[in-house]
């Protein structure tokens, strides 16, 4: 399994997945198929697979303690990375297709509009996270504090169910889903974090447990 | 943006359909399959597209009506697969697919309250009332999209006559059918049913109120508020209500479906207005569907000269 998960060709599969539903919506586009909306259609489809894909690279962490399988960390970053494609896409259908640069009016959005602000908010969260994931930033700014800064990305994600959640009518269903998983994520990172804090020297003792590096996510 | 197909041969033609769509499945199902907790419905979408309309039967008598926009009407096709019709759902293409086995006849309107002769109509009187009429108005959704749609139907004046309210009448309140067996999508979508509306008397009874029983030379397809519905083109679609079973006179304002749902949001009157927002989104600008630039919202979707008279006085901001 590890020798699958560390092979450059099963990376270069899961870039091309990861390219999938930009590919669907093409093939959509070029079927007629984006609805009667297609403007609509392309925002909920790259906002939907933004959102998609943050809950995915905040998986990636939870997944490699639970399976065991540390070797999914050689993914994070191109996962995170295409949260940030799939949220530039969704940004610039808003500006370009949607409100076709029209500043005032988006400025006005951007302020007045809740829904607005939170997306607003979960997008440009993620540029200084795009533009440090490089292995020269991690360096320079440290692991500790390249990390903490990564830490970013809970609020983006929050941001985004938000988002979601507050853009629709009154079938909240969907958005509730995201917001459940995005909950169970962070919850799972409080819990690692006060069982650690609680095994630390002083602190009450627990039951041992295999002990676990200095590595979150 | 075009979004017409194109008339000559694409893929699909030369392929077998059965072909063409099993691949079509087998891509789709593949590429989405971690997401379908998440995506829920939409995966049908995929699955199944270019739903057929229900066969739809020729309205025949029908003549030019009053107060028809010379604008083009928006394709069929775009009519009957967007639509809001939670009953069927709340995606847009949800109604097109999930209104297929609603059975639509035999159907009976029921008009009662403040009236001196209440009374049931069959559809099929409903049909013969009054010359059919064909009306070409601008329909501007809540949402920010419009269409334009050529209705049949006549004045709901007319009918409202025929029963004759009392003077107590103050208010017509509606309501759609609602039936859980075909209409299981309705769970869940965040409003109460049946669906209903209202109007005042004097909005009710004003010309271009319409009494809607087709569109686009044909009886209503079902997901468009089959066999019966209203037409109210200068208010928000929502309040042009669907699929109509009970028509009621009455005294006071009634409760209203979007306003029970959220008061802040949608008021009893949904008068179009470009200069009041939705508290989320701008109500300056609409999408008439098929085009690529927004264009600016007209006061009471541009029938002000036949209706800014009915709110004379009134603070629109405050009865939006």
Redesign the interface.
């Known amino acids: 399994m590890n020798s699958i998960l560390t092979s450059k060709w099963t990376k270069a599969a899961v870039f091309l997945a990861c390219l999938g539903p930009l590919g669907l919506l093409g093939w959509e586009a070029l079927h007629h198929e984006l609805t009667a909306n297609p403007i609509e259609f392309i925002t909920h489809a790259t906002g939907d697979w933004t959102l998609r894909f943050l809950l995915i690279t905040l998986a990636v962490t939870p997944l490699r303690k639970l399976l065991r399988m540390p070797a999914l960390i050689r993914y994070r970053r191109m996962l995170g990375l295409f949260a940030f494609f799939y949220g530039c896409l969704h940004f610039t259908t808003y500006i370009w297709l949607d409100q076709f640069f029209d500043v005032a009016s988006m400025w006005k959005d951007v302020h007045k509009r809740p829904f607005i602000t939170a997306g607003f908010t979960g997008f440009v969260l993620m540029i200084p996270l795009a533009m440090t994931s490089t292995a020269g930033w991690i360096r320079r700014l440290g692991g500790k504090r390249w990390q903490r800064l990564h830490r970013a990305i809970y609020l983006s994600a929050t941001a985004g169910a938000i988002h979601y959640y507050w853009l629709v009518k009154s079938d909240v269903r969907r958005p509730l889903r995201y917001a459940a998983v995005v909950a169970a994520l962070l919850a799972w990172r409080a819990g690692v974090g006060l069982h650690r804090r609680l095994r630390r020297p002083g602190a009450p003792s627990l039951p041992r447990e295999t002990p676990t590096t200095a590595e979150t996510g | ?1 075009l ?4 008339a000559e041969l ?3 033609d030369v392929t077998p359909k059965s072909v063409y769509l099993n691949r079509r499945k087998f ?2 199902e593949l ?1 989405a399959a971690g ?1 379908i ?4 419905r939409s995966l049908g979408k995929l699955v199944s ?1 270019g739903t057929s309309v229900l066969a739809a039967s020729q309205l025949s008598g029908v003549v030019k009506g009053p107060f028809s926009t010379g604008e083009k009407p ?2 069929f ?3 009957t ?2 639509n809001n019709f ?1 009953e069927f759902g ?1 995606d ?2 949800d109604p097109a697919r999930n209104a297929q086995n609603f059975r639509t006849s035999p159907w009976t309107v029921s008009v009662e309250g403040e009236v001196a002769k209440p009374r049931k109509f069959a559809i099929d009187e409903i049909l013969k009332l009054a010359p059919l009429e064909e009306r070409i108005y601008r329909h501007r959704c809540v ?1 920010a ?1 419009s269409i334009v749609v050529p209705w049949i139907g006549y004045s709901f004046s007319t009918l409202a006559k025929l029963v004759e309210p009392t003077p107590k009448a103050k208010f017509v309140a509606f309501e759609t059918y609602f039936n859980p067996g075909v209409m299981a999508w309705a769970q ?4 109460e049913y049946p669906y209903v509306e209202g109007l005042r008397l004097d909005e009710a009874m004003h010309p271009l109120t319409l009494l809607c029983v087709g569109m686009y030379g044909q009886t209503l397809p079902n997901q468009d508020g089959a066999p019966v519905r209203m037409v109210i083109p200068w208010k928000y679609g929502f309040k042009s209500i669907k699929s109509i079973v009970k028509v009621r006179f009455v005294k006071s304002q009634p409760p209203t479906s ?1 306003n029970t ?2 008061a802040h949001e949608y008021g009893f009157y949904s008068n179009v207005n470009p200069n009041v927002d939705h508290p ?3 109500q ?1 600008r609409e ?1 008439r ?2 085009e ?3 264009r600016p919202t007209l006061m009471f979707n541009g029938y002000g000269d036949q209706v800014a008279s009915l709110y004379a006085g009134m603070d629109l901001r405050k009865y939006f």
Do not use: C, Q
């Open positions: 943006m979004i017409k197909r194109a694409s893929d699909a891509l789709a590429s997401a907790w998440l995506t829920g597209p928006t394709p096709e775009d009519v697969h967007y939670y709340s847009k293409g949402e999209w869940g979508t965040g409003l979007w749902e959220n989320r989104w701008s300056a999408r569907l098929g690529f630039f927004k």
